[in-house]
């Protein structure tokens, strides 16, 4: 009885300061969060707050910026996802199988995700200028200058080029642990019956890194989802705001305009998205394991 | 044996990633090149090769990373987001150390639950209540301090968990023999658990660090004064100022990154093993 009590002491001993500072930085924001989310609470003026009930999350919808940051964001995840998705899986592969260098592509390949997003976007702004080195490079080839990041039109595409690159080998490193982790058992056996180096990859390397994929692309996808550095940095969200992400959104709605009670309806929003991707990554790469179990 | 057509092959792969790696650095080795030259010579190299290859060391080679260094506060930045990541990595590892650990190994009320809890925390993307942390630290008048920055990134549920999963496999006979000992609970876990716990521990620094020195929307929030800023949000503003040169740009970026490397190359393989293991314990 006493060795009990003695327990429950010791181990809110322990756990005592992250619970007070999870309660305080994490349940607390989520909370108020959620409650702010009903009212118009206005931070430079907190005294007129009402209670708005849903009509912030019917405001939002028919606010031309937030749904134009809302396609925004899922137009740069629809170029990401493809793009960095794939471009990591190639890459793996192509690695895995090279005798040659491997350690130099495995590193080269890399060295983007060393850097930070800042430091990439400020690199970036040279190189997409509009005299700077890339315009320079299709010229040679033959190419008129793009306007790239000042212009409307390719001002999202552009960023998501450069977020690709800098994240993709990330993805890679991934996806060549998984390689390494298919039991080559199944490639000797698939040699012993002739089968092809298609039938190969098809029947044996795919399946095996399946739930790998489902994995990665939805972690490229919550990553996108939450982009926001990359426009702060680069293009302040324009030109005309086409390049206005929801977490830009969130973030001016709130700490510059002070509208605490629209931000948390956005903020909620957004939450919701990503939660919900969350739980799908889950659901899924749950069944495989116990796939697994049920082979075994 | 391998035969002449895959030897071939072989052959053809390694030039075609060779070529692929070329076009993939190009961004990589202009900041570098460029970065030891006037915006003169960046302008008159553009349309050549030389573009690509740094100046002839001479006087004056390392001009860029010197008036940097001199006439801004940069290295002031530096050293305060060192000093940050330090104090945070120190609260770090004992706050979620020791909540880690009572996970693990006390059996106390409501155990369970809170690791579930732990668990579901950990699918809140912070973009959600970053509002709300601004606000909290307004509204007590903590912006612009370093206390306002540091306190809401203390805590960690992936950290908590991670330190859970690694102290739930360690032997409980020693924690009895160390009872009998009458040697306290919270200097047991100092000086027996951390240090037979090497690995989690770096892992969580160096995780702790590469999150310290690349945030930028925290800091940017919290921080006004030009005195406290970070290396992320220094560089940004040092970059911002029209008198800033493009070549002193180039040497500002390069050098922001020049710790990150240090960390990745003393740290790669606890690092990839990370990486990988998340892929493949989730996957």
């Known amino acids: 009885m006493n060795r009990k009590k003695s327990n429950s002491l010791l181990g809110m001993t322990f756990f005592g300061p992250a619970l007070v500072l999870l309660t305080i930085f994490l349940f607390v924001p989520m909370v108020l969060t959620l409650l702010f989310s009903f009212t118009d609470y206005f931070a430079l003026n907190p005294d007129l707050t009402r209670f708005v009930g849903l009509g912030n999350y019917f405001k939002i919808f028919e606010d031309e910026l937030f749904v134009q940051s809302f396609f925004n964001t899922v137009g740069f995840v629809l170029i990401i996802l493809p793009c960095q998705g794939l471009g990591a899986l190639g890459l793996a592969l192509l690695i895995n199988k090279v005798t040659h260098c491997k350690?130099?592509?495995?590193?080269?390949?890399?060295?983007?995700?060393?850097?930070?997003?800042?430091?990439?976007?400020?690199?970036?702004?040279?190189?997409?200028?509009?005299?700077?080195i890339l315009n320079t490079l299709l010229k040679n080839v033959g190419i008129t200058p793009q306007p790239f990041i000042h212009s409307a039109?390719?001002?999202?595409?552009?960023?998501?080029?450069?977020?690709?690159?800098?994240?993709?080998?990330?993805q890679m490193i991934?996806?060549?642990?998984?390689?390494?982790?298919?039991?080559?058992?199944?490639?000797?056996?698939?040699?012993?019956?002739?089968?092809?180096?298609?039938?190969?990859?098809?029947d044996i390397t795919l399946p095996e890194l399946k739930p790998l994929c489902v994995f990665v692309f939805i972690t490229v996808t919550i990553g996108a989802f939450r982009m926001i550095v990359q426009p702060m940095v680069m293009t302040g969200g324009g030109p005309s705001h086409s390049t206005y992400t929801m977490v830009y959104n969130i973030y001016e709605t709130g700490t510059v305009n002070w509208e605490i009670g629209l931000a948390s309806t956005m903020a909620i929003v957004f939450a919701a998205f990503v939660m919900i991707l969350t739980i799908i990554q889950t659901i899924l790469t749950r069944d495989k394991e116990e796939k697994h179990a049920d082979k075994k | 044996m391998r035969t002449k057509s895959e030897k071939r092959f072989d052959w053809i792969l390694t030039i075609l990633l060779l070529v692929l790696s070329v076009f993939f650095l190009f961004p990589v080795v202009w900041m570098l090149a460029n970065s030891f030259k006037t915006d003169a010579a960046i302008t008159a190299d553009m349309n050549t090769i030389a573009a690509f290859i740094p100046p002839v060391?001479?006087?004056?080679?390392?001009?860029?990373?010197?008036?940097?260094?001199?006439?801004?506060?940069?290295?002031?930045?530096?050293?305060?987001?060192?000093?940050?990541?330090?104090?945070l990595i120190l609260c770090g590892i004992v706050v979620n150390g020791l909540a880690g650990y009572a996970l693990a190994k006390i059996r106390f009320p409501f155990r369970e639950r809170w690791v579930l809890l732990i668990l579901l925390l950990q699918i809140v993307p912070m973009e959600t209540i970053i509002t709300i942390h601004f606000l909290m630290i307004a509204k007590v008048g903590l912006l612009n301090t370093v206390i306002g920055y540091i306190l809401?990134?203390?805590?960690?549920?992936?950290?908590?968990?991670?330190?859970?999963?690694?102290?739930?496999?360690?032997?409980?006979?020693?924690?009895?023999?160390?009872?009998?000992?009458?040697c306290s609970p919270v200097k047991y876990f100092f000086t027996m658990v951390l240090p037979m716990s090497k690995t989690v521990v770096a892992t969580v620094s160096v995780f702790t660090f590469l999150?310290?020195?690349?945030?930028?929307?925290?800091?940017?929030?919290?921080?006004?004064?030009?005195?406290?800023?970070?290396?992320?949000?220094?560089?940004?503003?040092?970059?911002?100022?029209?008198?800033t040169t493009m070549g002193q740009t180039l040497a500002v970026i390069t050098m922001v990154t020049i710790p990150v490397i240090i960390i990745y190359s003393l740290f790669s393989k606890q690092i990839v093993e990370g990486v990988t293991s998340t892929g493949s314990k989730e996957g």
Do not use: C
């Not at chain 1, 080269?108 to 190189?127: C, E, N, Y």
């Not at chain 2, 004056?60 to 940050?84: C, D, H, W």
């Not at chain 2, 999963?165 to 006979?173: E, M, N």
């Not at chain 2, 919290?222 to 911002?240: E, K, R």
């Open chain 1, 153 to 170: 039109k390719q001002a999202l595409p552009s960023i998501a080029v450069m977020s690709v690159w800098q994240g993709v080998g990330y």
């Open chain 1, 103 to 132: 350690k130099y592509f495995k590193v080269a390949f890399f060295v983007p995700v060393v850097m930070s997003l800042a430091v990439v976007s400020t690199l970036w702004m040279q190189i997409y200028s509009p005299e700077g």
């Open chain 1, 174 to 202: 991934i996806f060549l642990g998984g390689l390494q982790a298919i039991n080559p058992g199944l490639y000797e056996a698939a040699e012993m019956d002739h089968a092809s180096a298609w039938q190969r990859f098809k």
């Open chain 2, 57 to 87: 060391p001479g006087g004056g080679f390392f001009e860029n990373y010197i008036s940097i260094l001199t006439n801004t506060n940069f290295l002031r930045y530096m050293l305060n987001t060192l000093f940050y990541a330090a104090i």
């Open chain 2, 211 to 243: 999150n310290v020195w690349n945030d930028y929307l925290w800091p940017s929030l919290v921080f006004t004064s030009s005195d406290l800023l970070t290396a992320q949000i220094g560089l940004n503003s040092i970059t911002s100022n029209d008198n």
């Open chain 2, 152 to 182: 809401p990134m203390i805590v960690n549920p992936f950290n908590i968990f991670l330190f859970r999963q690694v102290f739930i496999s360690l032997p409980d006979d020693v924690y009895e023999a160390a009872q009998l000992d009458f």
